[in-house]
T-cell receptor
Framework: ETGVTQTPRHLVMGMTNKKSLKCEQHLGHNAMYWYKQSAKKPLELMFVYSLEERVENNSVPSRFSPECPNSSHLFLHLHTLQPEDSALYLC??????????????FGPGTRLTVL | GQNIDQPTEMTATEGAIVQINCTYQTSGFNGLFWYQQHAGEAPTFLSYNVLDGLEEKGRFSSFLSRSKGYSYLLLKELQMKDSASYLCAVMDSNYQLIWGAGTKLIIKP
């Protein structure tokens, strides 16, 4: 247990569906992240939140919409996804988004399949 | 552009030693991380290097040479449970983590 939980662990959705991924951290951290992990590719940073403010959005398509209602919770709302969006979506948290030693703690991920 | 290179896959024998290399080209450097990720699980932190040299932590050690843009993770006395992917990540001048694609380590009896 890393102190970061994600639900659901697995999700299958059609291209016209709307779904949400949830992440919760119990570590008292101020920064939270969404990553996309595809097979044999580097982790892709999607969004960074610091104290509930979005500080980074790496040109992610608008069909992915993040929400951070407080420093412990992070959501990723999904709509009209494409099959190439199928991947493992990882949530992480850290003390802050900056700082030289900034270990990130990861959740177990949501395995998303878009049909 | 920024780039992290590590081998895609390596195989080693239980009880042996294996070295996983990572080379990087990034805009600035604020430290290098190694993470372990078992299949279907979260990546977990292994080590952090910001100064040149070797950091030892039990059976695992991590080495950094900033002038060469090079690091390695050394795993000794390999156990079957060490079968996992090992991710190298560099923190750039903007404190963003740039990730390698990971090295899948297969341990054979």
């Amino acid at each position: 247990e890393t102190g970061v939980t994600q639900t659901p662990r697995h999700l299958v959705m059609g291209m016209t569906n709307k779904k949400s991924l949830k992440c919760e951290q119990h570590l008292g951290h101020n920064a939270m992240y969404w990553y996309k992990q595809s097979a044999k590719k580097p982790l892709e940073l999607m969004f960074v939140y610091s104290l509930e403010e979005r500080v980074e959005n790496n040109s992610v398509p608008s069909r992915f919409s993040p929400e951070c209602p407080n420093s412990s919770h992070l959501f990723l709302h999904l709509h009209t996804l494409q099959p190439e969006d199928s991947a493992l979506y990882l949530c992480a948290s850290s003390q802050s988004p900056n700082g030289q030693y900034n270990e990130q703690f990861f959740g177990p991920g949501t395995r998303l399949t878009v049909l | 552009g920024q780039n992290i290179d590590q081998p895609t896959e390596m195989t080693a024998t239980e009880g042996a030693i294996v070295q996983i290399n990572c080379t990087y080209q990034t805009s600035g450097f604020n430290g290098l991380f190694w993470y372990q990720q078992h299949a279907g699980e979260a990546p977990t932190f292994l080590s952090y290097n910001v100064l040149d040299g070797l950091e030892e932590k039990g059976r695992f050690s991590s080495f950094l040479s900033r002038s060469k843009g090079y690091s390695y993770l050394l795993l000794k006395e390999l156990q079957m449970k060490d079968s996992a992917s090992y991710l190298c990540a560099v923190m750039d001048s903007n404190y963003q983590l740039i990730w390698g694609a990971g090295t899948k380590l297969i341990i054979k009896p």
